[in-house]
């Protein structure tokens, strides 16, 4: 974990990056002795003359020419090795409902297509025309990301232009920190409890400067009444934990606070889920990794923000003590919640997890959470995409905008006054689940009643599905896809 698999050096050969009819020959030969070749090229240009000193025949330089409009793939093999052409040229829809691809994404999902065309030795050699400075990351991230597996990692040699280097560097970094997160939502249950994954926190932080930890452990959580928290943790050997992480940025203008929900499995409790929904239940902690791949990136990049970081962990168990439908919990705040369904157990500990930003009193520009909350969001947008609710359609839009761009995409559902009335309860100030359609949209009505953000404080709750049901684009295997960190980061980076 937290270490790039992909090796970086860089060769003799330049970087065209303004017209293919600028590079000589005798440039195009001082190369690297790597036998794999790849051209990552941006835009409409002649590839036959950018590629004729490549020693191609007669019919794959008039194949070439296919890629000269448009965007696509081709490889070849040569006496020298493999050689391939990964080509972006696409005019993006004024229709953001489109999520066309943008170059960051182009070559990140499509870097694997070559990879793939690779025999056992992933060592090639790079040379890029007209790529801008977010493609290139993107390659980068592409990289890192098609490197990881959980049970064996894949070694990737490149030779890239010193000029490249910087921008694919920054690449690998953000995707070691979606790796990071990927990691943790792909390791067993039986490995990653509230305790080891409480363990993981402060181990990363304790002794890094600008980061503190402090941790509540199942008794402090009932002492200091995080009765919601505590409630859903109780039936687990392994208790619960609020784990608060702070970074402190010297000269930073912005405060947010972040709450992740780490459920590290979730049986559904007494209400149990049907085992074929109970399967892949180690990743309903995918919320609090995508947050904990988020500081491995704030850590790395240090921006100019200030950030309060809670991880709500618990397991969601079925044992003599776990809590029943019809029980009543205290919240910290002095709200009461009746249990309506045991399985609604994710907004109690991102509500303790509110609750506990609230008690510090912190003045928080941006406040937020991420959760794989509801399987209504899934129903109602797919897989890939997460749902965004919001206070501010201002900020929310911006948001919907940078997803776009980062290729993970968020879209803004409603919040109707209406839909607080289906929380109401005749014993409590609460239900934690509403009846009837909109699942999605009650979750987060409730989340809200404990985020309460005031007019001068933007609030947003992600429901995501964090996963992938099957290989796609840079990811090799059905699995964690790390979901949320890329347009998180591309975010703090537009506030700080």
């Given amino acids: 974990m937290n270490k790039s698999r992909v090796t970086i050096t860089v060769k003799t050969a330049i970087n065209a990056k303004k017209s293919s009819k600028k590079i000589e020959n005798s440039e195009l ?19 036959e003359s950018f590629l004729k000193d490549e020693n191609l025949n007669s019919w794959q330089l008039k194949k070439i020419k ?10 070849f093999e040569t006496a020298r090795g493999v050689l391939g052409v990964l080509k972006y040229d696409q005019k993006i829809s004024d229709n953001i409902c489109d999520f066309d691809s943008t170059d960051y994404t182009y070559f990140r999902d499509n870097i694997s297509k070559w990879i793939y065309r690779l025999d056992e030795e992933k060592d090639f050699e ?26 064996e990692n894949m070694k990737i040699n490149v030779s890239v232009s010193k000029e490249d280097k910087k921008e694919i560097q920054k690449g690998l970094s953000l995707g070691v920190s979606i790796n990071t997160s990927r990691e943790l939502v792909d390791t067993p249950p039986n490995l990653l409890n509230p305790k080891t994954f409480k363990e993981i926190i402060e181990k990363e932080f304790k002794n890094e400067n600008q980061f503190s930890v402090k941790i509540l452990n199942s008794s402090q959580l009932v002492k200091n009444g995080f009765g919601l928290i505590s409630g859903v943790g109780q039936g687990s050997v392994e208790g619960p934990y609020l784990v608060h992480v702070t970074y402190k940025s010297k000269g930073a203008k912005k405060s947010i606070g972040a709450v992740g929900k780490g459920i590290t499995f979730d049986s559904g409790g007494l209400d149990m889920k049907p085992s074929k929904f109970m399967r892949w239940m180690k990743k309903d902690m995918g919320g609090a990794a995508s947050l904990y791949g988020l500081t491995h990136w704030i850590k790395t990049e240090k921006p100019k923000v200030n950030v309060d970081f809670v991880f709500a962990l618990a397991e969601n168990s079925v ?10 919990l ?3 705040n002095g709200k009461t919640v009746e249990i309506h369904n045991t399985d609604a157990e994710g907004r109690l500990a991102l509500a303790s997890g509110y609750n506990y930003l609230k008690s510090i009193n912190k003045p928080f520009d941006y406040l937020f959470d991420i959760a794989t909350l ?5 129903h109602g947008l797919g897989d890939r995409v997460a749902g965004l609710f919001t206070n501010s359609s201002k900020e929310g839009s911006k948001l919907v905008e940078l997803s776009h761009i980062s290729g993970d995409p968020l879209w803004m559902m409603p919040q109707p006054h209406w839909t607080g009335a289906q929380l109401k309860s005749p014993i409590a100030d609460y239900v934690n689940a509403g009846a009837g359609y909109g699942g999605a949209i009650s979750a987060s009505e409730f989340l809200k009643n404990f985020a309460r953000p005031d007019k001068k404080t933007v609030w947003f709750h992600l429901d995501t599905y964090a996963w992938t049901d099957s290989a796609r684009d840079s990811f090799r295997k059905k699995g964690a896809t790390g979901q949320a960190v890329q347009v998180l980061k591309r975010w703090i980076s537009s506030i700080e």
């Fill in 330 to 332: 205290n919240a910290q």
């Fill in 126 to 151: 790079v040379q890029t025309l007209k790529l801008s400075k977010d493609a290139l990351t993107g390659f980068g991230v592409g990289l890192e990301l098609f490197s990881y597996g959980y049970t």
């Fill in 29 to 47: 030969k001082k190369s690297s002795k790597l036998k794999n070749k790849l051209f990552l090229i941006s835009g409409k240009e002649s590839l």
């Fill in 319 to 328: 044992s003599e003590k776990s809590f029943r439908p019809g029980d009543i």
């Fill in 374 to 378: 509801t399987g209504a969001i899934k």
């Fill in 66 to 75: 296919n890629l000269n409009n448009g965007s696509g793939f081709m490889s």
